[in-house]
């Protein structure tokens, strides 16, 4: 089975700081691959690779099967590469309201009008935000920009979705109404993803796969159960170790 | 959107362009003659032919340069109908590059033949002089200088001034007398003057105040600067040099035709229209300047070119001198 | 692209450059250029310095001091930049000169020197730094500020943390300064000063015209260029000048207390000096009958001045648009092109002008160059890098999230420009856009080398007509400029305003 996202032995430098070091990584057809890693251990750069923001210096990123960066060369620019992705700090565009913020990569991508408002009244009312499609950005609370977020990643319907730290800016009781409305969209929309955090338990509850990412390189992959009975590092042991 | 902003920005573009406009209604021309004095003078041939004029004027610093350089730059591509000089031999840089179209006017028979070319390269009119201007209040009984020389006489030592010879008309007289004098005597006498601290002032209106102001005793300018010292009531004479010996230099302004303009026959009107006997007489009430013509009537104060004794130049030739003598010059100015 | 009109005039100098090639020793040889090259840096170099002396504390006075009425101190003293310093050099002529109000022999001289010509750039540039140093200022996190003012005196607070950081302005602005000074061609001509540029144009005079050599002659700024722009990027570079709001101003501002009389005089006599010149150029028209003359004598100038400029202006904003992103987002030639467009703006507007004409007269540009349109050419050649550098620093501020996210959803570059980033900065394009109008319609030096014949902005039209023009008319002119670009930053200042660009 061909991976929905591959990166095979993927090293990025900037200048001479070494960001990641052979990093290599298949997310699955409908599988969520949880990347687990402490601030500066190189997630988002991870990201910014898959999507074509950063080259690799040596390695291949293959979307589909498809080599979409390789040789040191982003062969495929971001906007050809039919990826979503959710922000950290959500990057809602500002001027647009909510079904404009929806509808911006509908239009781009050529989709018809009809099918555009069917689309993106569909999506809204699955998050539950039908009444504020004419709202700002600046008029919405946290929660409900949240959702517009992910919203918008979702229409497109994407060959993947990426997720850079999407609930870090909650408070518990909303990240756990997120978390839950996230897993009945992916399982919905089985679209494969990569879910990059640093919190454990949203990794474990979201996550098909977990995969700890340490100073540049994977140490380990696998179920929550593999790395704690057997963890590769003594930061992997650590990390599973609080977790109840 | 942004082919809409295109669009606006294109349109406002296209509004620029001179389409509208009626081309073979209007005639162009450059003059280094002030602008104050050609404009009124251009506006009457507006009104008289119908004709739209515009005009490039040159200004104060870069006189006489600045008009010439924009039509030498212009060559390959001439945009202007007609040059009219404040002096007589900047036309022959343009003569020489074959800029300049020959054409006798008819208006042009009653002006003396050596303030003119025969061919029509070039027709002089409406004059200015070479004179020195005295304050007579610094002169304080010394007796009054006569003679151009008197400017490097050591009596008169750091209170002469004359132009930069550069620019103006002072460089067409010091090329003058390099050419009535040699070469030799021509170097000497600028040395002479170095040594004598005579004042370089930028430009004749300069030498002009510093005379009315006092700051020197006499110095070297034109009969229009004097005119206007006179007018406003200073306490100068002016003095047409050397009437025993070679003569007051003369400088005619003058006009010619350019080759490959946009308006030949709009350029020819304008050319009739300046060398009538009429313009001049307007030129020597408004600007002193001194008609070419006998019988023209002046202004008091203001002389004829036929009252004194003029000095006999080849203007060509003069020009010629100006080329030659110019690194030197430039050096002695200190550029 | 539309980088042509830059490119052009400068690549056609350098096709000169090897038909001289063996006049440059015998051009750059002689001591006397070099001489003068000296002469015009230091002359710049202490307008500079003069600048920053004075703009540095009052840029701070008005963005975080009680001083009184500071908006109105900030717009007045601002104003005199937007005028074409020769204006300013005529303004007091009439204070000081021989016939001035306050004028006598003596100031006269002093006037008339070197001492004049930095008296009067400097009145005019001052406000260069000021209001750089005044905005970087408002942007300043208002926390950093706050922790230092708990621990320490006000003015430790100004000294130690606002003014370092307002370091990038203070160079940018000190190198905006330079730059203008030494390219300044009028005033210094007005004064009977010598400068370098005027050496270059004056070998483009004399009997023989030498392009080729006033293009060598040139050259030496070039590396001069070169070292601002290195300066710009160690200093300056990415980062960012807040174009965000004056809301800083009422933030609780630091309190003058005992110092407040001496800065309120001290402001009240900047003022004094910048308006003066103008109000005595005022009584002077007034009083010799220029401003009853002026409708004969003004003729189209000021149409010719604003339509050239607004439209030129456009096509700046939009080219500053479309490079300053890029420079601000370092896409790749972005660099290049900001260089080429500063060196654009620094070199002396002889050779610039010849550069056009041999470009742009030709039989297939007739429709340009004998039109207004090649005076757009010009404004946009010289001009462009002031949109460029406005909206690059407005960009810079915004997250490039944004665009991130446009792109994901499968944007190309162009509707990435036009949807997003265009509308989120307009605030900063219609900035880009006005003070483009602005430096156009103040323009001299550029537009007399080819204004069209019978086309010339008001600026070419108060220039020549100095020479001998009549003096209440002469001035009534310079009224007429005045006027002209007060009016033009109503409008602007009106256009901010404005809600619907607040959004």
């Known amino acids: 089975m061909t991976a929905a996202i591959e990166l095979d032995r993927v090293n990025l430098a900037l200048g001479s700081r070494r960001i990641l070091e052979d990093v290599s990584l298949q997310i699955r057809p409908g599988e969520l691959v949880a990347l687990l890693g402490p601030s500066g251990s190189g997630k988002t750069s991870i990201l910014r690779v898959v999507l074509g923001f950063l080259a690799p210096v040596t390695g291949v990123v293959r979307i589909a099967g498809e080599p979409v960066s390789a040789d040191g060369r982003v062969l495929r620019p971001p906007e050809e590469r039919g990826l979503s992705m959710v922000f950290q700090d959500l990057a809602l565009w500002p001027h647009l309201t909510v079904a404009g913020n929806l509808d911006f990569g509908l239009a781009a991508r050529g989709v018809p009008r009809s099918a555009r408002l069917e689309r993106i009244g569909t999506m809204l009312s699955r998050v539950g935000l039908t009444e504020r499609a004419r709202a700002y950005p600046g008029e919405l609370s946290g929660g409900e920009r949240q959702r517009v977020a992910i919203a918008r990643a979702l229409v497109l319907e994407p060959k993947a979705l990426l997720l850079d730290e999407p609930l870090s800016s909650l408070d518990t009781p909303l990240k756990r109404e997120l978390m839950l409305l996230l897993s009945e969209l992916l399982d919905e929309h089985r679209v494969p993803g990569l879910y990059v955090t640093h919190e454990l338990r949203e990794a474990a509850a979201l996550g098909d796969r977990l995969a700890v990412l340490e100073a540049g390189r994977i140490v380990q992959e696998g179920s929550l159960e593999s790395l704690r009975s057997a963890p590769a590092t003594p930061f992997v042991r650590v990390l599973v170790e609080d977790f109840p | 959107m942004n082919a809409r902003a295109c669009a606006v920005v294109l349109a406002s573009v296209v509004s620029l362009l001179p389409a509208c406009r009626n081309r073979s209604q209007e005639v162009v021309v450059y003059t280094s003659v002030d602008q104050v004095i050609s404009e009124p003078v251009l506006r009457d041939f507006e009104k008289q032919s119908g004709l739209t004029v515009r005009a490039v004027f040159d200004t104060e610093e870069t006189k006489s340069t600045g008009v010439l350089n924009r039509l030498v730059a212009e060559a390959a591509r001439p945009q202007a109908d007609v040059f009219w000089s404040g002096d007589p031999v900047r036309p022959f840089v343009l003569i020489k590059r074959g800029l300049v179209a020959p054409y006798v006017s008819p208006n042009a028979a009653s002006i003396p033949p050596t303030f003119r070319a025969s061919d029509g390269a070039w027709t002089g009119f409406a004059a200015r002089a070479r004179i020195l201007l005295v304050n007579k209040n610094r002169l304080s009984g010394s007796p009054m200088p006569r003679s151009v020389r008197d400017l490097a006489d050591p009596r008169w030592r750091g209170s002469t001034a004359i132009a930069n010879p550069l620019f103006g008309t002072t460089t067409m007289h010091v090329a003058a007398l390099f050419g009535t004098w040699g070469e030799e005597q021509g170097r000497t006498f600028l040395q002479a003057l170095r040594e004598n601290q005579v004042r370089v002032a930028s430009s004749n209106g300069e030498v002009k105040r510093l005379v009315v102001a006092g700051e020197v005793v006499f110095g070297l300018t034109d009969t229009d600067d004097a005119q206007e010292a006179l007018a406003g009531g200073a306490p100068v004479e002016v003095v047409f040099p050397d009437q025993e010996g070679q003569g007051t230099l003369v400088m005619p302004t003058t006009v010619s035709l350019m080759k490959g303009s946009p308006h030949p026959d709009a350029g020819k009107k304008l050319v009739d229209f300046l060398l009538q006997p009429e313009v001049e007489r307007r030129l020597a009430e408004t600007a002193a300047h001194l008609p070419l013509r006998a019988g023209v009537q002046t202004p008091p104060g203001v002389k004829r070119a036929s009252d004194f004794k003029a000095m006999q130049v080849d203007y060509a030739r003069i020009a010629d001198e100006m080329e030659r003598m110019q690194p030197w010059v430039k050096s002695w100015v200190g550029l | ?503």
Request: with cysteine; charged share 10%; hydrophobic share 60%.
């Open chain 3, 1 to 503: 692209m539309l980088v042509v009109a830059a490119l052009l005039p400068l690549l056609s100098l350098l096709a000169e450059l090897p038909a001289t090639a063996g006049t440059v020793v015998e051009v750059l040889g002689v001591r006397r250029p070099w001489e003068l090259l000296l002469y015009s840096t230091a002359l710049a170099a202490v307008v500079t310095i003069a600048a920053l002396a004075v703009g540095i504390p009052l840029g701070l006075l008005i963005a975080r001091s009680d001083l009184p009425l500071r908006r109105t101190v900030w717009a007045l003293h601002l104003f005199p930049l937007f005028l074409p310093p020769f204006v300013l050099a005529l303004g007091w002529f009439h204070v000081l000169g021989r016939t001035g109000l306050i004028g006598a022999e003596s100031t006269a001289r002093v006037l008339f020197s070197a001492a004049g010509v930095i008296w009067v750039l400097w009145l005019a540039f001052t406000p260069v730094c000021t209001s750089l140093v005044a905005l970087s200022l408002l942007g300043v996190d208002a926390s950093l500020e706050e922790a230092a003012r708990l621990v320490a005196s006000p003015w430790r607070v100004a000294s130690r943390i606002l003014i370092p950081s307002a370091r990038p302005a203070i160079v940018l602005s000190a190198i905006v300064v330079f730059a203008l000074a030494i390219s300044e061609l009028a005033v210094p001509m007005f004064f009977r000063v010598d400068v370098f540029p005027a050496a270059v144009f004056a070998r483009l005079g004399g009997i023989d015209y030498a392009p080729g050599e006033a293009f060598t002659l040139a050259l030496p700024l070039l590396p001069l260029a070169l070292l601002l722009l290195a300066l710009e990027r160690r200093f300056v570079g990415p980062r960012s000048f807040a174009v965000a709001g004056l809301h800083g101003m009422t933030r609780e501002p630091i309190a003058l207390g005992a110092w407040r009389p001496v800065a309120c005089a001290a402001a009240l006599l900047l003022v004094v000096l910048d308006l003066a010149p103008l109000l005595v150029l005022g009584q002077r028209a007034a009083r010799g009958g220029g401003l009853t003359a002026l409708p004969r004598w003004l003729g189209q100038a000021p149409w010719n001045s604003l339509v050239s400029g607004a439209v030129a202006a456009t096509i700046i904003a939009a080219l500053g648009f479309v490079l300053g992103h890029a420079a601000a987002r370092r896409i790749r030639g972005a660099t290049s092109l900001d260089a080429l467009s500063m060196l654009a703006f620094i070199i002396p507007a002889p050779v610039l002008g010849v550069g056009l004409i041999a470009v742009w007269n030709r039989s297939w540009s007739q429709a340009v160059y004998g039109s207004l349109a090649i005076l757009v050419v010009g404004f946009i050649a010289r001009y462009t890098v002031v949109a460029l550098r406005t909206i690059s620093s407005v960009i810079l501020q915004s997250a490039r999230d944004l665009e991130d996210a446009a792109a994901t959803s499968g944007a190309g570059a162009w509707r990435r420009l036009g949807r997003i980033v265009l509308p989120l900065n307009a605030r900063g394009v219609v900035a880009g856009w006005l003070l483009a109008f602005l430096f156009c319609v103040r323009d001299l030096e550029t537009a007399v080398l080819f204004y069209p014949a019978g086309r010339e902005p008001l600026t070419v039209r108060l220039f020549t007509l100095e020479a001998n023009g009549p003096q209440a008319v002469v001035a009534g002119l310079a009224v007429a400029q005045v006027l002209l670009t007060a009016a033009v930053l109503g409008l602007g200042a009106l256009a901010f305003s404005s809600r619907r660009i607040l959004r």
